[in-house]
């Protein structure tokens, strides 16, 4: 009688751990890759549930989204998207948070090209400047109105050539083709620091904060996993690895 | 119409890549398919394989080469500097380049094609009538051939417009030199800027279907039937 008790119990406990082991499909902007990488290998670790993960650019998955796409949380590259999402009732209400700053940084493959100060920008003694399209990636929004804040806008305006989206941004400037780039501290940083070539890290009083958003879709209410990732998201755990990978957090 | 001006620009710049590029693509692409019609070659079959490289290849690859091949660090970017052109990426030059070698398979098959099908006899009745092999050329496989060159020529031109993985990664954004019509369509989606989307994205559909109805018509096939 006891014996079968503790096995009722037992059971209990082992079918009710299993249903509580979910699966969340996560949209992630393409620049939060490697971070959220080590991230959700660590939620799997941390909580059993299991984060599977898809990377894009935030303006195409606002079209899946829309569409039906079966994505329970998005981690946007900006904040207007999923407030877009929020207010079209897309959304779990009172999930959006934003969960990484982004840090903006001019960037040369060379390595002695950008100064600590960033002056030579006001030199104007180089070809092409790349920018991440200012329309599609908050970064290029970033970029031009630091660029406005020098009052460079006119004087550069000429050799700025556009990448659709901030990883294409630092290919132009990787490969040599733009001797100079504004792209994302995150992409040149290695181990906690900047790997290769020169750069000048922009003062965030230069620049309105690129803010990284991410919320429960309304796929996901329900989702024990979309919201054990999301709470994961703000443990030091988490914020240790975000802030690694050259991001700030609020 | 909805169109604005940063769309009529694409359109234009559109055009004048298509068009310069096709006619690029006669010029280069005849004597290869020549060639390749003719020749009992080894060589045959690696240059026949690379010229249609860029069918299978996906741009983002194409793009990706040519974009490290024309940096300052690229045989091609140290080419173009010593010459004194500058470096091609960012510029129109350069993406009638990458448009050519893109391009290539859509005339250079057809041609051949078209060479082929001639066959030895009419070169052989040509040449005992003492018609130089130029002369041969231009009066009697041009005007045999003519539904191959339409053929490539309409479809370099509609591939070319299509083109949009490496123009993107070579071109840079910009307006009026690197901004072609497929690169604004997907600015205008990614802005979810639906409206102004569909106008170009529904004029790119039906354009591609008039020039596929133009194929069809003027194809090999129609021309023998009809000769």
């Known amino acids: 009688m006891k014996a079968s008790r503790i096995l009722v119990a037992m059971l209990f406990t082992l079918t009710g751990g299993l249903a509580q082991a979910e699966e969340v499909q996560v949209a992630v902007a393409a620049n939060f890759t490697a971070p959220m990488k080590v991230i959700a290998a660590d939620f799997e670790k941390d909580t059993g549930h299991k984060a599977s993960l898809a990377f894009g650019s935030t303006g195409k998955f606002y079209a899946q989204i829309k569409n039906g796409a079966p994505f329970q949380v998005f981690l946007a590259a900006d904040d207007e998207t999923p407030a877009k999402l929020e207010r079209e009732t897309m959304t779990v209400p009172g999930s959006r948070f934003t969960y990484a700053v982004g840090t903006l940084v001019l960037w040369s493959a060379k390595p002695d090209l950008v100064d600590a100060k960033g002056a030579v920008l006001a030199g104007g003694d180089f070809a092409h400047l790349a920018v991440a399209n200012p329309k599609l990636a908050p970064y290029g929004t970033a970029a031009m109105e630091t660029l406005a804040k020098l009052g460079l806008t006119d004087k550069l305006a000429s050799k700025i050539v556009q990448g659709e989206n901030i990883a294409q941004t630092y290919q132009f400037a990787a490969t040599g083709n733009a001797e100079l780039g504004f792209v994302a501290l995150s992409q040149v940083m290695k181990d906690g620091k900047i790997g290769q070539g020169s750069a000048w890290v922009v003062p965030a009083d230069m620049h309105q904060p690129i803010r990284q958003d991410a919320v429960i879709l309304a796929n996901g209410k329900g989702n024990a996993a979309a919201e054990a990732l999301m709470k994961y998201l703000k443990t030091p755990k988490a914020v240790a690895i975000i802030k690694s990978y050259g991001y700030a957090v609020q | 119409m909805t169109l604005t001006d940063a769309d009529l620009s694409a359109i234009r710049l559109t055009l004048e890549l298509a068009g310069l590029t096709t006619a690029l693509l006669l010029v280069v692409g005849t004597p290869i398919a020549w060639w390749?019609?003719?020749?009992?070659?080894?060589?045959?079959?690696?240059?026949?394989?690379?010229?249609?490289?860029?069918?299978?290849?996906?741009?983002?690859?194409?793009?990706?080469?040519?974009?490290?091949?024309?940096?300052?660090?690229?045989?091609?970017?140290?080419?173009?500097?010593?010459?004194?052109?500058?470096?091609?990426?960012?510029?129109?030059?350069?993406?009638?380049?990458?448009?050519?070698?893109?391009?290539?398979?859509?005339?250079?098959?057809?041609?051949?094609?078209?060479?082929?099908?001639?066959?030895?006899?009419?070169?052989?009745?040509?040449?005992t009538l003492r018609a130089s092999p130029l002369d041969t050329f231009f009066s009697v496989v041009v005007p045999l051939a003519r539904p191959g060159f339409l053929t490539a020529a309409i479809l370099s031109f509609a591939h070319t417009v299509g083109e949009f993985g490496?123009?993107?990664?070579?071109?840079?954004?910009?307006?009026?030199?690197?901004?072609?019509?497929?690169?604004?369509?997907?600015?205008?989606?990614?802005?979810?800027?639906?409206?102004?989307?569909?106008?170009?994205?529904?004029?790119?559909?039906?354009?591609?279907?008039?020039?596929?109805?133009?194929?069809?018509?003027?194809?090999?096939?129609?021309?023998?039937?009809?000769?």
Request: aromatic share 10%.
């Open chain 2, 36 to 127: 390749l019609a003719r020749t009992r070659s080894w060589l045959k079959t690696p240059v026949g394989s690379i010229v249609t490289l860029p069918l299978v290849l996906p741009p983002t690859v194409l793009g990706f080469y040519l974009l490290v091949a024309m940096g300052p660090e690229g045989l091609l970017g140290k080419a173009t500097q010593a010459m004194g052109l500058g470096l091609l990426p960012f510029t129109f030059t350069g993406l009638v380049l990458a448009s050519v070698i893109y391009s290539m398979p859509f005339v250079v098959q057809p041609l051949q094609n078209a060479f082929e099908a001639i066959g030895d006899r009419p070169l052989e009745v040509a040449a």
């Open chain 2, 166 to 227: 490496v123009v993107l990664m070579i071109g840079g954004n910009i307006e009026d030199k690197t901004r072609v019509v497929s690169v604004q369509i997907y600015n205008h989606v990614e802005a979810l800027e639906y409206g102004e989307a569909h106008w170009l994205a529904g004029g790119m559909l039906l354009f591609s279907f008039l020039v596929l109805m133009a194929v069809n018509a003027f194809g090999p096939d129609k021309t023998r039937r009809q000769a």
